[in-house]
């Protein structure tokens, strides 16, 4: 379980993503701050730099200049951030494309669904089950 006061990062080249992502945690677990990417090579820097120190990462898998797949398999090279669990979050069901991300270190492949309640019970879920 992520523990209370624990900050967590969304790595999202959406805004839109980001507000509803932040909302679903504020509902789940209050307690808990959510920062936030833009894409791939913002979140190497603010990972790289210890501007952020999450406990858990979430990666969406479509994003421009450097994917979710690509920032996943630089954070697992990265010997100072391969502990994080990251969990990637896309609308893709591809077979494909989940077995990518698991081979690659994710944690778990989450489908973003289409009803805010099933992304504050995925979250709500995902949440609990992080090991720290």
Same mark, same amino acid.
């Given at each position: 379980m992520?523990?209370?006061n624990?900050?967590i #990062? ?6 839109? %993503? ?6 679903c ?8 701050? !959510? ?9 190497i %820097?603010?990972l790289?730099?210890? #501007?952020?120190?999450?406990v !858990? ?12 797949n ?15 669990? !990251? ?12 077995? #990518? ?32």
């Amino acid at each position: 379980m992520v523990p209370p006061n624990s900050t967590i #990062l969304y790595v999202e080249d959406d805004l839109d %993503d980001q507000v509803i992502f932040r909302e679903c945690v504020g509902k789940v677990r209050p307690d808990i701050v !959510c920062e936030f990417a833009t894409g791939g090579l913002d979140a190497i %820097d603010k990972l790289t730099q210890a #501007l952020v120190e999450p406990v !858990c990462i979430f990666i969406d898998v479509n994003m421009p200049v450097m994917n979710g797949n690509q920032l996943l398999k630089a954070i697992k090279a990265n010997p100072s951030l391969a502990h994080i669990p !990251c969990f990637m979050l896309s609308t893709s069901t591809n077979r494909k494309d989940i077995d #990518l991300a698991l081979a690659a270190g994710a944690e778990k492949y989450l489908v973003k669904p289409a009803v805010y309640i099933d992304f504050e019970n995925i979250l709500q879920e995902t949440l609990q089950n992080v090991e720290n």
